[in-house]
């Protein structure tokens, strides 16, 4: 690896049979903040998220449309590339499965494992959920229904490749002993693990019935599992010229519901590949809306434009992950994002940047003060090392929390200031408390940072982590807006 440190983290790849909503929304969010973390910190980054375009399922739904798959999902690309816009997603790169570097690389893969004996011709029997684009058994099903999708499902007979999945078992367990952080958060880990004990049967991974996917290299009548291609997006991205220092990745950020085909099926592929293994997988919780699952049918169910519409998109990004610890469900409900960006981004922050903002004007800044600690109780170095440690072990809310206490000292030792003796000292301490919450909260809402950094004439983004060990410039206040209205 090169003298810079790299971080490589992932989103699941979306299918776009519709627009995006506050699910996809949240793990790209996520990744977004761990990729701007890392950017402050100096690493090489390499964000990726994108779109999961084959299979039946997307097939179907461009029939309904009356259009080619192919058109079909090429209309939708644009609304995901939009909404992430919407609210500063900043990926590195969007990965289509219909990309032709992609294809490529499924298949030289698909023909490598091949070779190696581990894929085999057999017949398939089973209950289909085109949903999950997944085989259940008959004893998985709830009433003959899907038991995610409670959806009928139909019973197909097919000829069909396998993947020697339950050739891999020992060798998963083993990883997952050698690698304890793999499966996360660790309360997910131990039912993976007693499934897998259980016993793994070969993976059909591979359709006769439909023809949108990968062709087999060595049968061509057959495309693809979509699953097997999907996965294997996140290792094609890094066969690009440049990119190839980011394998393995650091993390794949997934939902719950996917966890199984991230710490099972795909480290067993990568194993029969023999290509290196991510280093962790990385499950969130389920956002429901008012309770019930999201849904579109229900009309349960929020788009971008609904969620950036509420608040703006810093209080969206903010609420999502404040509200609940990453990692479990909870339940979206706009009166509370509404209440935090009023409570807390619009009093707390907004208020601390505007009355020492108008000090600062009035009276000007003094420079000649330790600007490692910030009054007696905080040491800027300890700060940083608590917030960094919080952000690495994903606990987003945490990190939030204690970043507003902060932000709630600061502004009651404002108003307990009765005499204003030392008031240019005060002040530049003041100013860089600001600096630092600016820098440490630029992931979680970026342009509201970058709004108080121009006023108060400090850099904030990439690399500037570092800046906090210096000391802030005799500070030139700028005249600047409101950073939230209250709703
Ligand atoms: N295409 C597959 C992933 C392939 S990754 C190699 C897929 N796509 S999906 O569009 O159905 O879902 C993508 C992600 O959105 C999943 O991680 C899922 O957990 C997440 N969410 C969908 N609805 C959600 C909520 N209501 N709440 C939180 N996340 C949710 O699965």
């Not at 298949?107 to 029997?125: N, P, T, W």
């Not at 004990?197 to 049968?219: A, N, T, V, Y």
């Not at 903010?318 to 981004?345: M, Q, T, V, W």
Request: glycine share 6%.
């Amino acid at each position: 690896m090169t003298a810079k440190n790299k971080f490589y983290v992932t989103t699941p790849i979306y299918y776009p049979n519709d627009i995006p909503h506050v699910g996809h929304a949240y793990t790209t969010i996520a990744a977004d903040v761990l990729s701007r973390w890392y950017r402050l910190k100096g690493y090489d980054v390499f964000f990726l998220t994108g779109t999961d375009e084959h299979g039946k399922k997307i097939e179907n739904t461009a029939k309904k449309h009356n259009k080619t798959p192919k058109e079909f999902v090429d209309s939708l690309i644009p609304k995901f590339k939009e909404a992430w816009k919407k609210l500063n997603l900043n990926y590195d790169r969007f990965i289509r499965t219909t990309d032709k570097d992609h294809e490529k690389i499924v298949q030289k893969v698909l023909q490598r494992v091949f070779d190696k004996g581990d894929i085999y011709k057999g017949h398939y029997e089973g209950f289909y959920c085109t949903e999950c684009e997944a085989y259940y058994t008959e004893k998985d099903l709830v009433n003959g229904e899907c038991p995610i999708h409670k959806i009928k499902i139909e019973k197909l007979k097919e000829e069909s490749y396998f993947f020697r999945l339950s050739k891999y078992q020992k060798q998963l367990l083993e990883f997952y002993k050698k690698n304890p952080g793999f499966i996360s958060p660790s309360n997910r880990k131990q039912e993976i693990i007693n499934r897998v004990q259980e016993g793994l049967k070969d993976l059909s991974i591979s359709r006769e019935s439909f023809k949108w996917g990968i062709p087999l290299p060595f049968d061509k009548k057959h495309v693809c599992y979509v699953w097997f291609d999907a996965l294997f997006n996140y290792y094609s991205a890094t066969r690009q010229k440049g990119k190839e220092k980011f394998w393995p990745a650091d993390v794949h950020l997934v939902g719950k519901d996917i966890i199984w085909f991230h710490t099972v099926y795909w480290p067993a592929f990568l194993l029969s590949a023999g290509i290196e293994l991510p280093k962790k997988v990385f499950a969130h919780g389920w956002w429901t809306f008012d309770k019930e699952k999201i849904s579109k049918s229900k009309g349960k169910i929020i788009n971008i434009d609904e969620l950036v519409g509420i608040a703006g998109a810093d209080s969206a990004r903010y609420f999502l992950l404040r509200n609940i610890p990453f990692g479990e469900d909870g339940d979206f409900s706009e009166a509370i994002l509404r209440e935090r960006h009023n409570n807390e981004l619009a009093n707390k922050l907004g208020n601390l940047v505007s009355r020492v903002g108008a000090l600062a004007e009035k009276y000007g800044i003094d420079e000649k003060v330790d600007f490692r600690k910030i009054n007696v109780d905080v040491h800027i170095e300890n700060v940083v090392r608590d917030i960094s440690q919080l952000i690495e072990n994903y606990e987003f809310d945490k990190a939030l929390n204690s970043i507003f206490a902060y932000i709630d000292m600061f502004n009651q030792w404002i108003q307990q200031w009765k005499s204003w003796e030392n008031r240019e000292k005060d002040l530049y301490e003041l100013a860089t408390g600001i600096r630092l919450v600016a820098i440490l909260l630029w992931p979680f809402i970026p342009q509201t940072s970058e709004k108080i950094a121009k006023r108060f004439g400090f850099r904030v983004g990439v690399g500037t982590l570092k800046d906090l060990e210096k000391p802030l410039k005799a500070v030139k206040i700028k005249k600047g807006e409101i950073l939230f209205k209250k709703i």
